[in-house]
């Protein structure tokens, strides 16, 4: 499919536009075929080897799979895509894909989301990998690991989770390929719709598509976008370790491609709104969103994402600690408190138990999560709905 179609078309087209002759579907089919018969020999030879494309057997591909991860490869504007079972097996493919081997330092943003924190630390430091967590954002601190260190690569997210930091990417990008660090982005929670790191040089993109590019909570997948240069371990990756994305998966997660601009449009401006009816409410401590003019990270964000919007997620800071928190969480009437976020329904999460469950205190105080903290991860409703149930589920 030619690459100039604007985003919008994107969304509704991407991954749809193969060559059948004729009577091709409207809508993306499901193809859940384990293995693909050929009447010639040499033909699966040539797909086996490398040297054709089509499909032979459905954990080294599939067409279903191959239309969704197509449709986020035009959307993040990499020259290749590989999709996996979820977020966290993209995530080591990515790792694995930049060569990260025994004896190497990785350098990772202190802010990762709990479990990949866990993947680099615990999997990838059981195979001799030395990981490093900090401040992404602390340009200062950042030169000084990547001078000392000279890490093989840098992970990060273009958005932070639960207090929504923004690095500077193209300054970061470009200090760690000085250092000659790759630079793997997990870009969760901006999407392609607000930001995409490539084109800041990043390397190699990240999705946990059971997020926002889903958008429904009913599919879990990842993604992995990039050069063509990473294709091929990040095919065998997926080959060996067998996380591949099912075919139901990837006709649902591409079916919610087709209205993620839409659903991330409504959804940044719900927060906006949201964010700053909350900012002015005596009951918070702190309301974090990018786009108000108070949050750390709100020039990067306006340079990088601000015309599109600051995303979908607002986290507040309630003075009561772990007892409020329980007591608002359970009296929300409309919002439901889960562990999960890019639906169509707003969601809250509580990091303390969840996300950052297994956090130390010292690095919950680095991070600056504190036993008050809540995310709202805003969905499609009316915002007056939203503050009316927020409110209400804190009145005494
Ligand atoms: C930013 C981010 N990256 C990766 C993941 C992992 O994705 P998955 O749950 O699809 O494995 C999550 C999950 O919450 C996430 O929030």
């Not at 591909?61 to 991860?69: D, K, R």
């Not at 702190?286 to 990067?300: K, R, T």
Request: hydrophobic share 45%; aromatic share 8%; glycine share 8%.
């Amino acid at each position: 499919m030619a690459n100039n179609w604007s985003e919008d078309t994107l969304y509704v087209h991407a991954g749809q536009m193969r060559d059948w002759p004729q009577e091709v579907p409207t809508a993306p089919s499901i193809i859940p075929s384990t293995s693909y018969r050929s009447a010639d020999p040499a033909v699966m030879d040539a797909i086996l080897g490398g040297d054709a494309p089509g499909f032979t057997y459905a954990r080294h591909g599939s067409p279903t799979v191959a239309a969704f991860t197509e449709a986020v490869r035009l959307l993040e504007k990499g020259a290749m895509a590989h999709a996996y079972a979820s977020g966290m097996a993209a995530l080591d493919a990515a790792l694995y894909a930049i060569r990260l081997q025994a004896g190497d330092h990785l350098l990772v943003s202190q802010d990762l989301y709990g479990a990949t924190l866990n993947l680099a630390e615990q999997l990838w430091g059981s195979a001799g990998v030395i990981m490093h967590a900090l401040d992404v954002t602390d340009e200062e601190a950042l030169q000084e690991a990547l001078d000392r260190w000279h890490p093989r690569g840098v992970l990060l997210e273009s958005i932070s989770n639960p207090l929504l930091k923004i690095p500077d990417l193209p300054r970061l990008v470009e200090a760690a390929h000085q250092a000659g660090a790759q630079v793997i982005v997990d870009n969760t929670f901006a999407t392609p719709a607000l930001l995409n790191p490539l084109t800041w040089g990043a390397d190699l993109v990240v999705h946990s598509a059971t997020k926002y590019l889903g958008g429904h909570g009913d599919a879990m997948g990842g993604v992995v976008v990039g050069r063509a240069e990473y294709f091929d371990r990040l095919h065998q990756y997926a080959k060996l370790r067998g996380s591949v994305l099912s075919p139901f998966d990837a006709w649902l997660l591409h079916r919610g491609i087709k209205t993620l601009g839409l659903r991330l449009a409504r959804q940044s401006a719900n927060a906006a709104q949201l964010a700053a009816v909350l900012a002015d409410r005596p009951e918070f401590q702190q309301v974090y969103y990018p786009g108000l003019p108070n949050h750390p990270s709100h020039a990067i964000a306006k340079a990088l994402m601000g015309a599109k919007g600051y995303g979908a997620v607002v986290t507040v800071e309630l003075p009561g600690g772990r007892p409020q928190v329980f007591s608002f969480l359970s009296r929300l009437r409309l919002i439901g408190s889960a562990t999960t976020v890019g639906d169509v329904y707003t969601l809250c999460l509580y990091p303390r138990i969840a996300s950052h469950r297994n956090q130390s205190p010292e690095m919950l105080r680095q991070m600056g999560i504190t036993d008050g903290t809540v995310r709202i991860a805003v969905g499609i409703e009316a915002v007056d709905d939203l503050v009316q149930d927020i409110l209400s589920a804190l009145q005494p």
